[in-house]
């Protein structure tokens, strides 16, 4: 999960929009908390178990239909497999303790997070403009995401409003990837299926000399 390579450039990623909507859940949850910083954790793990049900469905949808597009669909799979499992589990047991749920959180954005800056770097190699911007929100999600995990107290912010700060870093990184998906696919279609055939059996090529 923490890589996503594009396994044909040429190709258009199908369904770009799921992450704009993971990434506008994950912001919604954040913004959530934000409104409810006195709310104790139990009463949020509701809240929390939803977006994690509802990224992992969509994150095994996208997945598996761009399992020909994505050298790493299998991570991002196993990726949206945790999520979904990790909702599941949160939602039958809302009485999980404060000491466990940040930890939950902290991963959940973490991962999320690292695999966002996987698609970045995979976006500048295959040149698309504006990567940086993605890369920078994965790096701001990692890193809030390594504070709640490891020091929640960090700045005497309480460990509701870092959680907050995860959730949202990782949501913009989301968006920012739909973006950046559907401009490989508004540029893809002004493209001739002639010239996608050649570059197709070109990468063919490049990848039967790689395995040599």
Do not use: C
């Not at 999600?141 to 990782?170: C, E, K, Q």
């Not at 063919?204 to 395995?211: K, P």
């Amino acid at each position: 999960m923490t890589t996503t390579p594009l396994q044909k450039p040429i190709e258009a990623v199908k369904h770009w929009y799921i992450p704009l909507i993971i990434g506008i859940v994950l912001i919604l949850v954040g913004l959530y908390v934000f409104s409810r910083p006195l709310a104790s954790y139990v009463a949020l793990s509701l809240v929390f178990s939803m977006a994690f049900l509802i990224t992992g469905i969509l994150q095994i949808s996208f997945s598996i239909a761009n399992k020909d597009e994505l050298d790493g669909w299998g991570w991002y799979l196993a990726g949206g497999i945790f999520y979904l499992l990790t909702g599941i589990v949160l939602l039958s047991r809302p009485e999980i303790s404060i000491a466990a749920l940040p930890f939950v959180v902290g991963f959940f954005s973490l991962f999320f997070s690292i695999s966002a800056l996987g698609w970045a770097f995979d976006l500048k190699n295959i040149g698309i403009k504006n990567w940086g911007g993605l890369a920078v929100f994965a790096i701001l999600g990692i890193i809030f995401s390594f504070i709640l995990l490891w020091n929640p107290d960090f700045a005497g912010l309480s460990l509701v409003i870092w959680t907050g700060i995860a959730f949202i870093a990782a949501g913009v990184a989301g968006i920012m990837l739909s973006l950046r998906l559907h401009k490989i696919k508004e540029t893809t279609s002004r493209i001739s299926d002639e010239l996608k055939k050649r570059i197709s059996s070109i990468m063919s090529e490049y990848r039967q000399a790689l395995a040599r």
